[in-house]
């Protein structure tokens, strides 16, 4: 059988007809920018997130970008940021004017490593975005604990682990401001690109809000700079109705990844995920490591098995941030992961057939 990355025939069908219900309710009221739908959603959002306020916002580089802003983070500031992630968190700290500082992460969670953190640090340092790497949660409390002994602000990016927690409390209430991505492909996908920002923080908040909106707390009366960054009312309405299926479709995922840690466990020289103690994962990505990558990637596409590599070059060795002077060999661990990791189809509603049928070619290939 051919088995994509990535498919949304099974959770699509379960919400179709609640979707094109939410667009004709959408459609009808004939309020499209920042209406009642952002509201709803907003409100639910912060509330199965377990914070105060929820600002919905145009997407998760945005929702990082805002957070920093409340925050007056600018230039001659330093933000610390995991030397494995995608672009857009080390982008929004650019977008801001201050200078991205890279520590390392843990070789086995793949989630920044508290202990690189505070080597890290100099005057110059104003806050630490942890990112939630692939749906396992950080170890929050150790990083929060720094953030405090040296008077820092925390921005979770939790684009990847909607609904992840560590030691009980879920990611994206830990921080002072935090970012999400509602991308499609999340665990909590919108029709389009959308994100949030999360915070127990009201004058936070109040202040994301008015970024979003240009500037303006009253229409026509600016405040500040501001942007337009602001959640579409149409996404904001389909969030709501995938919203409330997404903690089932979180078992589902936690189930399939079950099932690949048992099917695959001992094969060859692969690397499986692991859990730190204290954390959940959500298994946005279930990624494997393997000094034989590249050839395996291309073995389970000849068998019919798509598979991606989240991500093949850190953010310090792309050509955007040559100017920071980083070469092969500056953050090791990053770029091993980089070499090896290789992420396999995990999606809701994925059948155990087609788990074990990858396993199966995986197994066949010769390490």
């Known amino acids: 059988m051919d088995i994509p990355f ?21 459609f009808d009221k004939g309020w499209y920018v920042l209406g009642e739908k952002v509201k709803q959603f907003e409100t639910e959002y912060a509330s199965f997130n377990n914070v105060s306020d929820s600002v919905g916002v145009s997407n998760g580089l945005d929702a990082l970008h805002i957070a920093l802003r409340t925050l007056n ?46 080597k890290v640090i100099t005057s110059k340092t104003k806050a630490i975005i942890p990112v939630h790497l692939y749906g396992q949660a950080c170890e929050m409390d150790r990083i929060m604990a720094i953030a405090d002994r040296h008077g820092l602000f925390v921005v979770e990016d939790n684009a990847q682990s909607q609904s992840a927690s560590f030691k009980g409390k879920l990611t994206g209430s830990w921080g002072n401001i935090n970012g999400t991505s509602f991308y499609p492909g999340k665990n909590l996908g919108a029709l389009g690109d959308a994100g949030a920002i999360t915070t127990n923080d009201p004058d936070l908040a109040h202040k994301a809000r008015v970024l979003r909106n240009y500037g303006s707390e009253k229409k026509y009366y600016n405040d500040v700079i501001g942007y337009n960054m602001r959640l579409d009312e149409c996404q904001a309405a389909f969030l709501t109705v995938k919203l409330k299926h997404l903690r089932e479709w979180t078992k589902q995922r936690q189930q399939i990844a079950s099932w690949y840690n048992l099917a695959l466990n001992g094969i060859g020289d692969l690397v499986l995920p692991e859990v730190s103690e204290g954390a959940t994962h959500v298994y946005h990505l279930y990624v494997i490591r393997t000094k034989q990558r590249d050839q395996l990637q291309k073995y389970l596409s000849d068998n019919g098995i ?25 953050f090791p661990i990053a770029e091993e992961i980089a070499d090896t990791c290789l992420s396999l189809p995990i999606w809701p509603g994925m059948a155990q057939d087609q788990v074990d049928t990858i396993s199966k070619v995986i197994e066949n290939f010769k390490f």
Not at 7 to 13: A, M, R
Not at 307 to 330: M, V
Request: proline share 8%; glycine share 6%.
């Open 6 to 26: 990535l498919s949304f025939e099974k959770t699509n069908s379960i919400i179709k007809s609640e979707i094109l219900q939410a667009f004709e309710d959408f």
């Open 73 to 118: 983070i600018g230039p001659g500031d330093e933000v610390i940021v995991p030397s494995n992630t995608y672009i857009a968190t080390v982008l929004a700290v650019s977008y801001v004017g201050a200078t991205p500082v890279f520590a390392e992460p843990d070789i086995k969670t793949y989630n920044i490593d508290y202990n690189s953190i505070e």
């Open 306 to 330: 798509g598979s991606l590599i989240h991500y093949p070059i850190p953010p310090h060795l792309q050509d955007a941030y040559k100017n920071l002077g980083f070469k092969k060999g500056s």
